[in-house]
């Protein structure tokens, strides 16, 4: 009964279930029975699992990027976005928490967010913490590091941010997902209203949308620009003094109707 699935098939599924999902809706989406489905979950020995549940790709003799390319380019440009890691607990075991900060703004983000995580470490939990306009999805973990090599003292902003080769290929390969997870944690789809008066004297409203991303890293706006490059969506930046303690921001705006289309079609409307 359970041999017509693969075994990535049946991590998938039960990586689902541990980020939170229910059976039903894993069922329904993956078209996996729900019994067994249950099966899978109640014995976890029919699943294949990792043999080292501290299986860590980078740590490999020869070191691998993750397995799952696409969710991993998403976490990546969820995490230069708007996610850190932390020291987790009791910190002597080395253990480090992956926090992304999901806004409440996409529709959908908490869950998209909490299954990369999940499958880019199967059979481990993914926890959500909500707060005031936003849900904090975390995941502990020894090897976080070792696939965001990005993690160093102070912030982000304060540091080089570039990407190793294999991060630079996965980005390359899903260019979408990493421009996604980006725009997910910073930035947004606005609707730009113009008023038009007409000839016979009436008044018409016409809405832009446009998208939206903002942050302090020169290196991580350029990330992401880059990335629109490849992907052939034209935009601008420009750039807002800070002054004192403000820093600058760098704006990347992406406003031509058919760009906006095109970002439509993978990063999805804001609601
Ligand atoms: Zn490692």
């Known amino acids: 009964m359970h041999a017509m699935y693969s075994p990535h098939v049946r991590r998938d599924a039960v990586s689902l279930v541990d980020s939170g999902i229910s059976h039903a809706e894993v069922s329904r989406r993956m078209g996996i ?40 380019g998403y976490l990546l440009g969820l995490y230069l976005g ?20 999901c806004s409440d703004a ?38 976080w590091p070792c696939l965001f090599p990005q993690h160093g003292p102070g912030r982000k902003h304060d540091r080089t941010i570039a990407l190793e080769p294999w991060q630079r290929d996965i980005v390359e390969e899903h260019p979408e997902q990493f421009v996604r997870g980006l725009v997910h944690s910073d930035g947004s789809r606005v609707l730009n209203r113009i008023r038009r008066s007409l000839p016979d004297g009436g008044v018409k409203h016409y809405e832009y949308p446009r998208y939206h991303f903002t942050n302090v890293s020169a290196d991580i706006t350029a990330l992401f620009t880059d ?26 705006s992406v406003s031509q109707r058919d760009a906006v289309a095109r970002m439509d079609a993978f990063v999805g409307p804001k609601y």
């Not at 996610?83 to 009791?90: I, V």
């Not at 910190?91 to 928490?97: A, C, F, I, N």
């Not at 869950?111 to 995941?139: F, N, Q, W, Y």
């Open 33 to 72: 029975n729900r019994s067994t489905l249950r099966a899978w979950t109640r014995d976890r020995s029919l699943v294949d699992r990792y043999a080292d549940t501290d299986h860590c790709p980078r740590c490999e003799p020869i070191p691998a990027p993750p397995g799952r390319r696409d969710a991993y």
């Open 106 to 143: 996409w529709p959908g983000l908490i869950e998209l967010c909490a299954g990369s995580m999940a499958a880019i470490r199967p059979d481990h939990k993914v926890s959500r913490v909500p707060s005031t306009g936003c849900t904090e999805v975390h995941s502990n973990w020894k090897h």
């Open 227 to 252: 990335a629109l490059d490849l992907l052939g969506v034209p935009w601008r930046v420009h750039t807002i003094k800070g002054n004192g303690s403000r820093r600058d921001k760098h704006v990347v």
């Open 82 to 101: 708007d996610g850190c890691l932390t020291p987790a607990g009791d910190h002597t075991k080395g253990v480090w928490r992956l926090r992304v900060m």
